[in-house]
């Protein structure tokens, strides 16, 4: 499995420099509220919304390489003070790696759907790994979450509406700030429909109960973590 590459605008580092979980605000200086993305693909989004608030904090998880590397060179030639991405499997990194409840919003877009039912365990949505994306967000917290794969959508929107103490709502047409990243404006252009979720936690909101992480973590060790990738919507990000 390929190293965990944390990339921060001063450069990268590796896990052997870091405190785990990561003290994010040592991270990324400031006090700005922080929203993470899960499999930014070229980061579009994450520059755009780093580039235009910069008092909020932003950081990436992507599980190849060649993205982590194209945002940073990008963050960095902006000099972007608020913007950070590690490079890795995200279960992997959620489990191992980020402190809990420390993100106002996470988006998730157009995350590889693992259409064959025998990869469906690899999906980032699926009852064991959801628990950890929960995890990620503050009380007052929310969920991005769209897909062109509509069946795999209605999953997600039937897993989440199952979870005691989460508001989740369809959003209707597009996102108010247009579309997010590069898959959303490739198919907003070509007029394939989208499945688009925004799921809060509300008061009530029960314990979490991350469960099977050791098995989900199984599926990774044997072999590169980004081939795995690769194998289920090639294309660009
Ligand atoms: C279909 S692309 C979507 C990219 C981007 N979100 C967009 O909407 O344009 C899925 C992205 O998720 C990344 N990815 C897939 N599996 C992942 C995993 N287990 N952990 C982190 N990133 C992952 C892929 O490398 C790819 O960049």
Same mark, same amino acid.
């Given at each position: 499995?390929?190293?965990?590459?944390?990339?921060?605008?001063?450069?990268?580092?590796?896990?052997?420099?870091?405190?785990?979980?990561?003290?994010?605000?040592?991270?990324?200086?400031?006090?700005?509220?922080?929203?993470?993305?899960?499999?930014?693909?070229?980061?579009?989004?994450?520059?755009?919304?780093?580039?235009?608030?910069?008092?909020?904090?932003?950081? %990436?998880?992507?599980?190849?390489?060649?993205?982590?590397?194209?945002?940073?060179?990008?963050?960095?030639?902006?000099?972007?003070?608020?913007?950070?991405?590690?490079?890795?499997?995200?279960?992997?990194?959620?489990?191992?790696?980020?402190?809990?409840?420390?993100?106002?919003?996470?988006?998730?877009?157009?995350?590889?759907?693992?259409?064959?039912?025998?990869?469906?365990?690899?999906?980032?949505?699926?009852?064991?790994?959801?628990?950890?994306?929960?995890?990620?967000?503050?009380?007052? %917290?929310?969920?991005?979450?769209?897909?062109?794969?509509?069946?795999?959508?209605?999953?997600?929107?039937?897993?989440?509406?199952?979870?005691? %103490?989460?508001?989740?709502?369809?959003?209707? %047409?597009?996102?108010?700030?247009?579309?997010?990243?590069?898959?959303?404006?490739?198919?907003?252009?070509?007029?394939?429909?989208?499945?688009?979720?925004?799921?809060?936690?509300?008061?009530?909101?029960?314990?979490?109960?991350?469960?099977?992480?050791?098995?989900?973590?199984?599926?990774?060790?044997?072999?590169?973590?980004?081939?795995?990738?690769?194998?289920?919507?090639?294309?660009?990000?």
């Amino acid at each position: 499995m390929k190293p965990i590459v944390v990339a921060l605008p001063q450069g990268d580092v590796g896990l052997d420099e870091c405190d785990c979980p990561l003290d994010m605000d040592r991270f990324l200086t400031g006090r700005g509220e922080w929203e993470v993305e899960i499999g930014f693909g070229k980061g579009r989004y994450l520059l755009r919304r780093a580039e235009s608030e910069p008092e909020s904090r932003f950081l %990436g998880i992507e599980i190849a390489s060649k993205y982590q590397r194209i945002l940073a060179r990008r963050a960095r030639r902006r000099q972007l003070p608020n913007l950070a991405s590690v490079r890795g499997e995200a279960t992997l990194v959620l489990t191992s790696l980020l402190p809990r409840q420390f993100a106002r919003v996470v988006h998730v877009y157009f995350p590889d759907p693992w259409p064959k039912a025998k990869h469906n365990r690899r999906r980032l949505f699926d009852p064991a790994s959801l628990d950890l994306v929960l995890d990620l967000l503050t009380p007052e %917290g929310e969920l991005c979450f769209a897909t062109d794969y509509l069946e795999y959508g209605r999953l997600v929107e039937e897993l989440l509406r199952s979870y005691p %103490g989460l508001e989740v709502e369809r959003h209707v %047409g597009e996102w108010p700030d247009g579309a997010r990243t590069n898959y959303e404006a490739k198919y907003i252009e070509e007029g394939r429909e989208i499945l688009r979720l925004v799921a809060r936690p509300t008061p009530s909101r029960a314990d979490l109960h991350p469960r099977g992480h050791e098995e989900l973590l199984v599926g990774y060790a044997s072999g590169s973590d980004e081939d795995l990738s690769a194998e289920v919507r090639p294309g660009t990000a």
